[in-house]
Structure formats: structure tokens, C-alpha cells
């Protein structure tokens, strides 16, 4: 074999020089031998005798031979180190200029030569579309789209190959075939074509590529995408294809006008389908496709369109099956309800509905199951979905009284960020305009020490903002005595003084009106912290910086006059020469402001 390919090799470069056709011929299927024997040996000494660079010459002939020439170009590129030698030889502006003829068989080799040679090549790709190549491709298949013939099926195979290996992890060629209107025509070959598994293969990787692109989305939604990935979906048996849509579906559902067109074509109950066939296996690719389905199912709930369709004013069949997901034995299912839930819980409507249900004891009973050892990722699942049920007012007390600030108080021992912060915020939520329960939590020693803690937490900024939050909101919606005594002796005063001065307005807020609480109730005791912290400088700073917000300066004086009764507070107050700054703000803008810089000049003249 080796002798006969060194000959052929040998003749070829003779009878290219004296354009004999006939010895051509019969030398290319010399060469497509040795390269069908072995593809990588026979490619070696291609590129060895330097037979590459007659390539060009030999594809400009456009005779008998020129579809064998593109053959052993295509076979020629399948090996790695043979792309960028064949770009080097000029192949490119020769095979893209084939394109343009007629005949199919050329075409079909010329598509597969320049598909192999873009394959993982940057080289290739870009003398691809340097010479235009992909948009003749791209007419071609939009001309073709219609036609039934099965060797017009397998060249629309290879052309979609071809623009998926040009493109495949380049963003800005991706780009470009979506501005030449490649989506519209793919999705009309996988309506036309869904008989043909090749085919309907490639679509589905293009379509996989080119959905990772943000500016994809608004074609693949003024197509009927959504329907026949449903309707290709119902069809599928094998694991593997299911798989195949499924890395199609999870980009595209991203978007929310694609997924209120998926779950009107029907892809829930394809899903939830899915799900029951799954959900009792052990298997691999069972636990694979039902994590798949269930996370895919969470997903469309993130459309509001979407998921009020399915909610269906808490009647719908799809709401209540993804409920029953709560009380089952497995997490992923467990995981996926709780997040269901959570979705289902963005509005007022929805969550007043779903407590009025009895919602909220599946996910109580759910959450007593993973205290111990518990799987975190369902633990947070469960508080986000409580945290989100709790924001309507009429909500709040319902869902004290059923004892959910007992169960969430149970994982105050976690170590988890992501837990710890859905925790603090359910617990901040549930308290909101509720006195007993904000009462009874800022008496609780442990649960205000854990939150001193965590107000130390720079690591976690999430937890520290949130653990801070909590703390204000105890002392704000309380107004107790006990509750303020409970903080000043866990040591919360100095980080709620160091709250004042962050960077959010409502957390600066939050701060002095708990603060200025702390003042009017037990000045006494949290004198030595107020001092230790520096308070009265950092009034200093919030009165004097012009960017500080109205409420913010408004709320500051409160605080001044209410620090007024304590001698070391009072004189510091006196050194940093308040009466100045305060007498400034008299001709503020903010009517509240002026008035109260009035009321603060004037029990600061009293008392000097």
C-alpha cells in the first residue's frame, strides 16, 4: 500500500503539471484508498511530497475529478495537523469558490472538506470567512430547506455541519451567522426534516452553540422553535437524544418570551412526564435526566407570564403536582419543589394563597428533615421559598402562628453562608410590623448572639449586611426595653453605629432609627458602647457630607438630641461644634430637614 501511495503520489505531481486527467483519476483513488486503510499514515506523506500545493490547481480545473480532489481534502482534514497545512496550500478560496457550482456531489464533498478543515482550527475558520464561504453555505440550505430528496437531506447534513464547526465556541462568528439569518432557516429544516436523525442532530448542536448567545434569543422567539423541540422531544426514547434537546432547551428557556412559548407547547407535562418515569431509578442517566427535567421545570417558573400560567390561580394541575415534589424522598425533587414554591411566591396574590393552602407546613416539615446532616441546598431552597411567602402583610402572623420562626431558629447553628443568609432574611421578613415576634426573637440571647457574629462576617457580605439588618429590625418593630437591653449586652450597639455609615441609604436608616430607640430607652447602659464607637463623629460625618440623603441628616439629629442626656455624649457633642453644622442645615432644601435643624439648634443652645 505504502509503495502504490508514494507512486500515485509521484504521478499525481507529474500529471498535475501536465493536466493528464485520466492518470489523475486514477491516483486520487489511489489516495482515497491509502486514506480509507489509514487516514493518518497516508495524510503524513500527502504532506510530505508536497502534493497539497497542486491541490488549488487541480479544483480550478472543475472536471470529472474535482468532487475526488474535495474528497481527499475532507479526508485529509480530519487529522488535526493536516488544517493548517491546507490552508497554507490555498485550499480555501478554491473550495469556497465550489460552492457556487451546481452539481451535488461536488458540493457535498466541498462542504465536508471545509467543514473538517474549520473543525477546531482558528486558521481554517478564518480563511473561511475571509473568502465568504459560510454565507454561500447559508443560501445554500435556505434554497434547499423545502426539498424532500434524501441526497439533498444528506448535503443540508453536511452544510449544517460545516457552519456548526466554523462557528463552535466563536462568539463574533456565531454572531455572524445569526445576522445572516441562520436561525429562522435551521428551525424550518428541523420542522421539514424531523424524519432524518442526521440531520436533525446537527440542528440540534447548532442550535445548542448559537443559543449561548444572548443576541440568538430574539430570533429563536420569533420562531416556532419552541413547538418542534416539544414536538421532537415527545418522539424521543434514547437518553442520549432526550439529552441532546435538553442542552437546547435550558439556554433558549433563559429568556422569557421563549419560555411562556414552551410551556404553551406543551413542555411541562413532557417534563413532568420525564420526572415519573425517573424519580424511582438508581441509574446514571436517570438521576441525570431528572435532575434535567426538575431544574428545567424551576427554570420556566422564572418568567412571570410563565409561571402565572401554570399557577393558574393555585388550581393548576402542573402547581400541584410540583407541590406533592415537597414531601418525596428524593432531594433533587425535594430541591426543585422548594424552589418551585419560591417561584410561585412573587407575588401577593400567589403567596397569599399558597399559606392559606397550608403551603408552609410542607416546607416546615421538609426543613425538620434536614436539620441534622441536612442537605444544603434544599435547606435553602425552603427558607427562600418562607422568606418569599412572608413578604405580604396578612402572611406574617399566619405564618408565626405556625411556628415557622421556631423551625428556621433550629439552623442558627449552620456554618453555611448561603443558609445563614436565607435564614437571617426570612426571620427579618417575618418580623416586619409584628412586635410580639420581634419581642420575643430580641430576647432570644443565642439568636442575638449568633448575629453579632455574623455582623463580623467580612467574608460573606450577604450574611454581615443581613445579620445587621435583623438586628435593627428587632429593636425598630419591638420598641422594647428588654429587646434593646438584650442587644446592648450581646454587643450589637457598636455594629449598628458601623452600619450607619454604609454605603446604602436604607441600611444607613435602618441603623439611626434603631440607634436613636437604643438613645430614648436605655441611655444609661448603652452609653460606654455609643462613646467606644465613636457615634458622635460619625453624626459628625453623616450631618456634614453633602451627598448624605434627608432622612439620613433628619434622622441624625433625632439622634443627637435624643444622646443629649449623657455627659460624655454631650461633650463631645459640644467639641466637635454641632451648633455650626446643624445651624447650616436650617436653610435645607427638605422642608422636614430645616424644621428639625431648628428643633436641634435650639436644644443644643439650651443645653451648651
Known amino acids: ?14 500529471s ?8 489523475v483519476e486514477g491516483c486520487l483513488d489511489c489516495l482515497l484508498k491509502a486514506l480509507a486503510h489509514n487516514n493518518i499514515k497516508a495524510s503524513g506523506k500527502i504532506q510530505e511530497m508536497g502534493v497539497l500545493p497542486m491541490m488549488p490547481s487541480l479544483l480550478s480545473a472543475q472536471n470529472s475529478c474535482t468532487a475526488k480532489v474535495a474528497n481527499v481534502i ?9 488544517r493548517s497545512p491546507c490552508v497554507e496550500a490555498g485550499l480555501i478560496p478554491p473550495l469556497v469558490h465550489l460552492l457556487n457550482c451546481k452539481e451535488q456531489e461536488i458540493l457535498l464533498q466541498t462542504g465536508r472538506a471545509l467543514g473538517n478543515i474549520c473543525y477546531d482550527s482558528h486558521e481554517g475558520r478564518s480563511a473561511v470567512d475571509a473568502a465568504g464561504g459560510a454565507l454561500i453555505v447559508a443560501e445554500h440550505i435556505k434554497a434547499l430547506a423545502e426539498s424532500t430528496d434524501p441526497n439533498t437531506g444528506k448535503l443540508l447534513t453536511v452544510f449544517c455541519g460545516m457552519l456548526m464547526n466554523y462557528s463552535n465556541d466563536n462568539d463574533s462568528l456565531q454572531a455572524q451567522l445569526i445576522s445572516m439569518g441562520v436561525i429562522p432557516i435551521l428551525v424550518k429544516l428541523l420542522g421539514v426534516h424531523n424524519q432524518n436523525t442526521a440531520l436533525t442532530e446537527m440542528c440540534l448542536i447548532a442550535f445548542g452553540n ?114 406533592s415534589w415537597v414531601p418525596s424522598n428524593n432531594h433533587q425533587l425535594q ?24 403551603i408552609v407546613q410542607k416546607l416546615l416539615e421538609l426543613l425538620d428533615r434536614h436539620v441534622e446532616e441536612g442537605n444544603v441546598t434544599v435547606q435553602h431552597a425552603a427558607l427562600s421559598a418562607l422568606r418569599n411567602l412572608a413578604i405580604p402583610v396578612v402572611n406574617k402572623s399566619k405564618m408565626l402562628l405556625a411556628g415557622v420562626s421556631d423551625v428556621v431558629l433550629k439552623f442558627l447553628k449552620s456554618e453555611m453562608p448561603p443558609v445563614q443568609f436565607k435564614l437571617l432574611g426570612t426571620l427579618r421578613m417575618l418580623i416586619d410590623t409584628q412586635a410580639d415576634a420581634a419581642e420575643q426573637l430580641g430576647t432570644n440571647t443565642k439568636l442575638v448572639e449568633r448575629l453579632v457574629e455574623w455582623c463580623e462576617a467580612k467574608d460573606h457580605a450577604g450574611v454581615m449586611g443581613e445579620s445587621n439588618r435583623l438586628l435593627s429590625a428587632l429593636i425598630r418593630h419591638s420598641k422594647s426595653k428588654d429587646v434593646v437591653r438584650t442587644v446592648i449586652q450581646g454587643g450589637g450597639v457598636k455594629h449598628l453605629v458601623t452600619m450607619a455609615t454604609s454605603e446604602h441609604m436604607i441600611m444607613q436608616n435602618e441603623a439611626l432609627v434603631a440607634l436613636g430607640l437604643i438613645a430614648a430607652l436605655n441611655l444609661d447602659c448603652a452609653e460606654t458602647d455609643f462613646v467606644g464607637s465613636s ?11 453633602e451627598r448624605s440623603a434627608p432622612e439620613i441628616k433628619y434622622n441624625s439629629m433625632i439622634l443627637i438630641c435624643s444622646i443629649m442626656g449623657s455627659e460624655p455624649l454631650h461633650k463631645e457633642v459640644q467639641s466637635l461644634a454641632f451648633i455650626d ?28
Open 1 to 14: 500500500m505504502a509503495d502504490n501511495l508514494s507512486e500515485a503520489l509521484k504521478t499525481l505531481k507529474l
Open 16 to 23: 498535475t503539471a501536465d493536466n493528464a486527467s485520466d492518470s
Open 535 to 545: 457615634l458622635v463623629q460619625v453624626l459628625h460625618k453623616l450631618l456634614t457630607d
Open 335 to 358: 430541591l426543585a419543589g422548594a424552589l418551585a414554591i419560591a417561584n410561585f411566591a412573587r407575588n401577593d396574590g400567589n403567596c397569599i394563597h399558597m399559606v392559606d393552602t397550608g
Open 210 to 323: 448559537l443559543a449561548e448567545l444572548e443576541s440568538s434569543k430574539e430570533q429563536f422567539a420569533s420562531t416556532n422553535i419552541a413547538v418542534e423541540l416539544v414536538r421532537l422531544f415527545r418522539k424521543q426514547v434514547e437518553h442520549e437524544k432526550k439529552e441532546m434537546i435538553f442542552e437546547v432547551l435550558a439556554p433558549l428557556a433563559e429568556n422569557d418570551v421563549i419560555k411562556l412559548q414552551l410551556v404553551e407547547a406543551g413542555l411541562v407535562e413532557c417534563l413532568l412526564e420525564v420526572v415519573a418515569q425517573t424519580v424511582d431509578s438508581d441509574r446514571e442517566e436517570d438521576v441525570a435526566q431528572l435532575k434535567t427535567a426538575s431544574d428545567l421545570m424551576v427554570l420556566l417558573l422564572l418568567g412571570d407570564e410563565s409561571m402565572q400560567k401554570l399557577f393558574e390561580g393555585g388550581k393548576g394541575s402542573v402547581f400541584q403536582r410540583v407541590l
Open 74 to 82: 475532507a479526508e485529509v482534514a480530519k487529522n488535526e495537523f493536516m
Open 581 to 608: 453644622v446643624v445651624s447650616n442645615l436650617r436653610s435645607h432644601e427638605n422642608k422636614t430637614v430645616s424644621h428639625q435643624a431648628s428643633l436641634t439648634e435650639q436644644r443644643l443652645t439650651a443645653q451648651s
